[in-house]
């Protein structure tokens, strides 16, 4: 059974740094991309990065030069470092597994608030 599980998050003044975690079990990350996706209070989920399996990350435009996907291959961990953050990252943020283009499974997220 694979299981994600994020944690890292809490509540940040603006300008400050988070570092989210997703921890996986029963799934080498490695060999999957994983994606990083937030979903703010009465808006819809988005996309906020990934990385593939070589290695290669993507941003979405919003997030470029403030945050950095990394991952662990020891640890079987995917890092989210979160710089510069502003009030509007605040939201629930998500990470997941997937190949050929879908995401098959899901954290169940963490909060990040960020205040002005």
């Known amino acids: 059974q694979v299981q994600l599980a994020e944690s890292g998050g809490g509540l940040v003044q603006a300008g400050g740094s988070l570092r989210l975690s997703c921890a996986a079990s029963g799934r080498t990350l490695s060999y999957y991309a994983m994606g990083w996706f937030r979903q703010a209070p009465g808006k819809e989920r988005e996309f906020v990065g990934a990385i593939s399996r070589s290695g290669s990350t993507y941003y979405t435009d919003s997030v470029k030069g403030r945050f950095t996907i990394s991952r662990d291959n020891v640890k079987n961990t995917v890092y989210l470092q979160m710089n510069s953050l502003k009030p509007e990252d605040t939201a629930i943020y998500y990470c997941?597994?997937?190949?050929?283009?879908?995401?098959?499974?899901w954290g169940q997220g963490t909060q990040v608030t960020v205040s002005s």
């Open positions: 997941a597994s997937g190949s050929n283009g879908a995401y098959e499974y």
